[in-house]
């Protein structure tokens, strides 16, 4: 340092003497120039007008970051208030798990929708309600009507009035059953035993009368045993369920990394503008104690 002080002072000389009449100051410049505080003097005042513009240079570049904003950019894009607070890498993190949820959700809501079509598609073909009606007329004393043209579909053959009618009257019967289409007919006719003779394999249930020998008709053992047609579809509608529920965790991802992302981009702002470098020059006594120092000092503070 105390090198600098005096090159700096050297390079200053040149100035000072074309300033000044050569004659008349001769005694003055040599006294500046072997007066050791008057080197000290004009150096250190030389450093301090540099750290004064550097200073003003730092501040201006330097800008804050809004935590609010920050958090706005992520609550709409994962990862841009990070990248905004300088954190790259953390909005790229971000930003990989929004499209990673988001690929999961429409992958597994598709393969919901077809799992759905396809159980939809079996049971419109393997579940019948006039069967079904049939069933409830014979063994159960039920008087319901339905249509005996097979050209018609099944759901077209009956009156849904009389069947839920009819239902109501039993007290096994847990349900009635739904308008076909919907949703609870597709799950009610695959998940309660009571619909189970309306599938295309179910055999009637009876016991043998010990005096004629004749079949008599159990209408119990329909709660207790299902058809294999019964349990097949009741798995693949379960899949579906699966599936569309893979789908919600992801959508419930998806919205969590919004929420996070915006909570993490705020405090990273908030930590950038925490962040601060100070730099100083001041002037301090040498160890004898005799003369002024200038010193430099860099402090970075979190």
Same mark, same amino acid.
């Not at 040149?14 to 009449?21: E, I, K, N, Q, T």
């Not at 189970?196 to 394999?201: A, I, L, M």
């Given at each position: %340092? *105390?090198? $600098?002080?005096?090159?700096?002072?050297?390079?200053?000389?040149?100035?000072?003497?074309?300033? =000044? !009449?050569? $004659?008349?100051? $001769?005694?003055? $410049?040599?006294?500046k120039i072997f007066d050791r505080d008057v080197i000290e003097y004009h150096a250190g005042s030389f450093l301090e007008n540099i750290y004064a513009k550097t200073d003003n240079n730092y501040s201006n570049? &330097? =800008?804050?970051?809004?935590?609010?904003? @920050?958090? #706005? %950019? =992520? @609550?709409?894009?994962p990862g841009a208030g990070e990248v905004y607070a300088g954190r790259w890498w953390r909005g790229l993190a971000h930003f990989g798990l929004e499209v990673t949820a988001w690929y999961f959700?429409?992958?597994?809501?598709?393969?919901?929708?077809?799992?759905?079509? #396809? #159980? *939809?598609?079996?049971?419109?073909?393997?579940? =019948?309600?006039? !069967?079904? &009606?049939?069933?409830?007329?014979e063994y159960w004393g039920g008087d319901i009507s339905y249509l005996t043209d097979e050209s018609l579909p099944p759901w077209e053959r009956v009156d849904w009035g009389e069947i839920n009618e009819f239902e109501r009257s039993i007290p096994q019967f847990s349900h009635t059953l739904e308008p076909y289409g919907t949703q609870q007919y597709y799950e009610l006719i695959g998940k309660y035993p009571q619909y189970?003779?309306?599938?295309?394999?179910s055999e009637p249930h009876e016991d043998v009368d010990l005096e004629t020998g004749t079949g008599v008709a159990n209408p119990g053992l329909y709660f207790t045993e299902v058809s294999d047609m019964f349990r097949f579809y009741s798995g693949e509608r379960g899949y579906a369920n699966?599936?569309? @529920?893979?789908?919600?965790?992801?959508?419930?991802? &998806?919205?969590?990394?919004?929420?996070i992302s915006a909570f993490h981009a705020a405090f990273l702002a908030h930590s950038f503008n925490q962040t601060h470098l100070a730099i100083d020059i001041e002037n301090r006594d040498d160890i004898y104690g005799d003369r002024l120092v200038p010193v430099l000092k860099l402090q970075v503070g979190f």
């Open positions: %340092m *105390e090198k $600098i002080k005096y090159i700096t002072v050297l390079l200053l000389l040149p100035s000072v003497l074309l300033a =000044s !009449d050569p $004659i008349d100051m $001769i005694e003055p $410049i040599n006294h570049t &330097v =800008s804050r970051k809004s935590p609010l904003l @920050a958090a #706005f %950019m =992520s @609550a709409a894009v959700y429409l992958h597994y809501d598709h393969r919901g929708d077809k799992q759905t079509a #396809f #159980f *939809e598609n079996y049971a419109d073909t393997h579940w =019948s309600v006039v !069967d079904y &009606v049939i069933w409830l007329n189970n003779r309306g599938w295309k394999d699966t599936l569309y @529920a893979r789908a919600h965790t992801a959508a419930i991802a &998806v919205f969590l990394n919004h929420f």
